[in-house]
């Protein structure tokens, strides 16, 4: 009896399988899904208990494969579903306009800031903060004391932040 249905099986799947293949690749758009969507199919085949009852084993295979199909994609259309819940709910990467506009206002502020600092105290926060030297490195430099260019620093920065509000 094993045998019997064992022989069954296999015949169905070699005369059949390329078959499917081809009805579902035509479906699904996809041969790796169509080919899972098969291999499915045939497993749910090998747990039908009395498969020699089955009168059309073809029309059997097909509606199987069809109604893996369908779970198919509605399992796809929850998962996108979900992803577009998701995404909803994550907040925008993309900078709203308002927001861009604002920030290069803030940028034009700064900019004007830091053209209103005297030339000294300009060149030394430029120097520290835009060419990332040490402030012993600006002293050498510009022939001052480390402490001038502490102060410097810190004078620009206190500027540069009540002027842009920071």
Known sequence: MQDQRLALETSLFQQYY???LRFLTAKLGCREQAADVVQETFLRVRGVQDLTGV???????????????????????VRAERSMDLAEDLPSMVPRQDD???A????????????ELPPKCRQVFLLH???DLSHAEIAGRLGISKNMVEKHVMKALAYCRQRVGL
Do not use: S
Request: proline content about 2%; hydrophobic content about 50%.
């Open 18 to 20: 390329g078959e499917l």
């Open 55 to 77: 009168a059309q084993p073809r029309a059997f295979l097909y509606k199987t494969a069809l109604n893996l199909t369908v779970d198919l994609f509605r399992r796809q259309r």
């Open 100 to 102: 861009a506009l604002e």
């Open 104 to 115: 290069r206002e803030r940028m034009q502020l700064l900019y004007d800031a830091i053209a």
């Open 129 to 131: 903060k835009f060419m």
